[in-house]
């Protein structure tokens, strides 16, 4: 057994220390080399808002600022990473909401290499603005206001310029969101519901949404389910006008072995996925859940989806998008 005093030559304590500090010089490079690492430590985060002009980033800008998010409308690209600098030393604004769009000119196609290393700083999330040509075209007669690109050109070639000039944009987005069918204070509570967060430190929010594929597949939904294998309650009258809330359609929906078969397997991949989400840094996940019209068998099924997942102690919002109201 080695004597508890060293030589003077060799003192433990340094030995210890210099131990110490390679072990800690080591720990630092393998977080650096993984930015979710960083991101899970770190309560500071910024959401982008970017896409086409008309498309509601002012509204949803707003509903941000709601939620407790430093807003900033039109920040410089070229400030973007002392932005990030000044967001994750802060103590009093950990989250921060901010606009960049097309008023950058040809300076936004440097916004994906941009972006990259801004990621390296802190947890940044980008949503992506859209809605159809038609809709943005009656938004902007009905404010009036000229399309950011110029006046010279017609406002429907101005939108299919923009749509180009922003692509590389709308690539590197994490969330995409079609407003066509949005007005102002539905776009602002969908926002609201979609990304507030509560006290409990949980760091994933679940929104299990219900569709109809007859007006098209959530551009923001993560995974899509389709249930219209389900035996459909459109075709028994007494049903055709509920909602897949009412208890006898969501009787007749969980009667059939396919229904709770399709459930069981959802819930165990789900339980399986989202731990793995939040470890590599995910802060939202939509599930989407498809049928013909969006009124009985995915309302039906996004609810049994959300109080088997809060069950499992997760924050689980529904939203029927197509749902009769």
């Known amino acids: 057994m080695a004597s508890p005093k060293a030589p003077a030559s060799r003192p433990?304590?340094?030995?210890?220390?210099?131990?110490?500090?390679?072990?800690?010089?080591?720990?630092?490079?393998?977080?650096s080399r993984h930015p979710a690492a960083v991101h899970a430590e770190s309560r500071h985060e910024v959401v982008i808002l970017t896409g086409l002009s008309g498309s509601g980033k002012a509204s949803a800008l707003k509903a941000f600022e709601d939620l407790g998010y430093y807003a900033v409308d039109n920040l410089p690209?070229?400030?973007?990473?002392?932005?990030?600098?000044?967001?994750?030393?802060?103590?009093?604004?950990?989250?921060?909401?901010?606009?960049?769009d097309v008023r950058e000119g040809q300076r936004i196609e440097r916004f994906p290499a941009m972006?990259?290393?801004l990621r390296k700083r802190l947890s940044t999330t980008v949503i992506y603005l859209e809605a159809s040509t038609p809709v943005l075209l009656r938004r902007f007669s009905e404010t009036r206001r000229p399309h950011p690109l110029g006046?010279?050109?017609?406002?429907?070639?101005?939108?299919?310029?923009?749509?180009t000039l922003l692509d590389p944009v709308r690539n590197v987005a994490d969330i995409l969101i079609d407003t066509s069918n949005f007005n102002v204070h539905e776009l602002r509570a969908y926002i609201q519901n979609q990304f507030e967060r509560g006290s409990d430190g949980k760091s994933m929010l679940v929104s299990a949404v219900s569709f109809g594929y007859k007006n098209g597949v959530?551009?923001?939904?993560?995974?899509?389910?389709?249930?219209?294998?389900?035996?459909?309650?459109h075709f028994i009258p007494e049903f055709r006008h509920l909602t897949g809330r009412h208890p006898k359609v969501i009787a007749y929906v969980r009667k059939f072995r396919q229904t709770q078969e399709f459930l069981d397997r959802v819930t165990d991949l789900l339980l399986f996925l989202l731990p793995?989400?939040?470890?590599?840094?995910?802060?939202?996940?939509?599930?989407?859940?498809?049928?013909?019209?969006?009124?009985?068998?995915?309302?039906?099924?996004?609810?049994?989806?959300?109080?088997?997942?809060?069950?499992?102690?997760?924050?689980?919002?529904?939203?029927h998008r197509d749902m009769p109201r």
């Open 12 to 31: 433990p304590a340094k030995k210890k220390s210099r131990k110490h500090a390679v072990e800690k010089e080591t720990a630092a490079k393998a977080v």
């Open 276 to 319: 793995n989400y939040i470890h590599e840094g995910k802060s939202y996940l939509t599930v989407a859940f498809g049928c013909t019209g969006g009124q009985h068998r995915s309302v039906m099924i996004a609810e049994e989806i959300r109080k088997r997942l809060a069950k499992q102690g997760y924050r689980v919002k529904t939203a």
């Open 115 to 117: 972006l990259r290393e």
């Open 151 to 163: 006046r010279e050109a017609m406002v429907a070639q101005a939108i299919q310029a923009e749509r």
């Open 218 to 233: 959530p551009l923001e939904a993560d995974l899509v389910f389709d249930v219209r294998f389900l035996p459909n309650p």
């Open 77 to 100: 690209m070229d400030l973007l990473t002392a932005f990030a600098e000044l967001a994750a030393q802060s103590i009093e604004n950990t989250r921060a909401a901010l606009v960049v």
